[in-house]
């Protein structure tokens, strides 16, 4: 079954106990301003008709604007959302939110049993054009969630 931004955000809020207030706060450092009642139904069940699915636009925000609160503001305007996110690229913005190195990476996929060489980390983060560049496969980023979940939620 293909990971969902859904899915993540609900990763993500579990591992860090994010509240509606929080997510709102990080949309809005990224230039997002949402209601409580937009992050709720983000988190209904799919078969709500209530739900609404997390679009790339919205996590790369959210990403954003975590990168901003953990890391501080940088000069010049605020990044600018990607339509369109690999899980590559959420797991480089999850990467620079944690300030994490590759053996900070290493240990958190290591906690999900996810045995991964350093090489092959550092192959999801190499540009698309070089041929060392690897896709990070959904297996590979629902560990590194569920590791952070077992290192941040214990």
Partial sequence: MPLHNNDILRRLRYAFDWKDEDMIRLLSLAGQNRERSEIVAWFKKDEDPQSKIFVDVDLAALLNGWIIERRGKREGPLPIAEAELSNNMILRKIKIALNYK?????????????????????????????????????????????????????
């Fill in 102 to 154: 590759d053996e900070d990476m290493l240990q958190i996929f290591a906690l999900a049993q996810k045995k991964i060489s350093k090489h092959e980390l550092s192959a999801f983060f190499r540009k698309p054009s070089q041929q060392q560049y690897r896709d990070c496969q959904d297996q590979y980023l629902r560990s590194f969630l569920k590791g952070l979940q077992l290192k941040y939620r214990k």
